[in-house]
């Protein structure tokens, strides 16, 4: 993720590209180009509003339900680690009449999408809006107008062939306060440029890119931030979530005498627990 500044600070830019990180994504969950695509452009939106968090341990969750048939989507960036999961991803639909495919058809076009940010706090931020699209850029940059009061220009784009994902990445650019209404002008002027952002990988390196987009507008770089696919899940998360369920539900799973199996839903690991480790986990929730 490059972090940039345009006109000595009156605007700032994210871009990135997350091809190899939406084709870790696909991969994980099986997933159509329709859903990888779905899956990818929510990752790379959830990324960049986790490296603008400025925290340790902060984590933003990006969750749409837009009352397609992709179900819905849940991304969480933790800085520039990310994992994302859907409900359905084998979705497959005709392409839009733009021939490009339908992201919007599979996400739907009813619903919300909701932001939470744990900032170490005791309560967590949350904002929501109604979905404008569920092509879930229009979406990001509506987001951050009305829930955050921050005009923004998003484009995120995922380009894929078949099984595979040639390109992804997302830009953000968002002026600051004080912002003269000149940068704004050349930004309009300029948004078509970056609008098909995948394609546009696929021609230059983002660094080229950000040169050429931003010629006279004074682009500094200010840094880098490595982003991967990552989950943190564990067998000791597993185990802490069991215990939550208490004592009684924990009997009843006991009582079956068939263990349990938990999956994550964003790595897709399984964590198997034997009968004698449930009654473990059950004396540990009485202690509680």
Not at 46 to 72: A, F, H, R, Y
Not at 167 to 173: D, E, S
């Amino acid at each position: 993720m490059l972090r940039m500044t345009l006109m000595g600070g009156q605007a700032r830019v994210l871009l990135c590209e997350t091809t190899q990180l939406c084709q870790t994504a696909a991969d994980l969950h099986n997933a159509t180009s329709l859903c990888a695509a779905a899956m990818g452009r929510l990752m790379t939106g959830t990324l960049m509003m986790g490296v603008m968090m400025k925290g340790q341990g902060e984590s933003v969750t990006v969750t749409i339900k837009g009352g397609g048939p992709i179900g819905t989507l849940v991304a969480v960036a933790e800085g520039g680690d990310v994992r994302v999961c859907c409900d359905n991803p084998r979705v497959e639909l005709p392409l839009a009449a733009n021939g490009k495919l339908d992201v919007g058809g599979a996400v739907g076009h009813e619903g919300r999408m909701s932001v939470v940010k744990d900032l170490g706090l005791r309560e967590p931020y949350i904002g929501q809006c109604e979905l404008v699209s569920g092509e879930i850029a229009v979406d990001f940059a509506n987001y951050f107008t009305r829930s955050e009061q921050q005009p923004s220009l998003v484009a995120l784009g995922v380009l894929t062939n078949g099984e595979h994902v040639l390109k992804a990445g997302g830009l953000l650019i968002q002026p600051m306060p004080g912002c003269e209404e000149q940068t704004i002008d050349q930004l309009e002027l300029r948004s078509p440029m970056f609008a098909d952002i995948s394609r546009e990988l696929v021609a230059a390196p983002k660094e080229e890119l950000a040169e050429d987009w931003f010629r006279g507008m004074q682009p500094e770089l200010l840094d880098r931030t490595p982003l991967r696919y990552h989950c943190p899940c564990s067998r000791e998360r597993m185990e802490k979530a069991l215990i939550s369920l208490g004592k009684k539900e924990l009997q009843s799973i006991i009582d079956d005498d068939q263990g349990a199996e938990l999956g994550c839903h964003f790595c897709m690991k399984k964590y198997f627990f034997t009968t004698r480790e449930l009654i473990d986990l059950r004396d540990q929730a009485l202690r509680a």
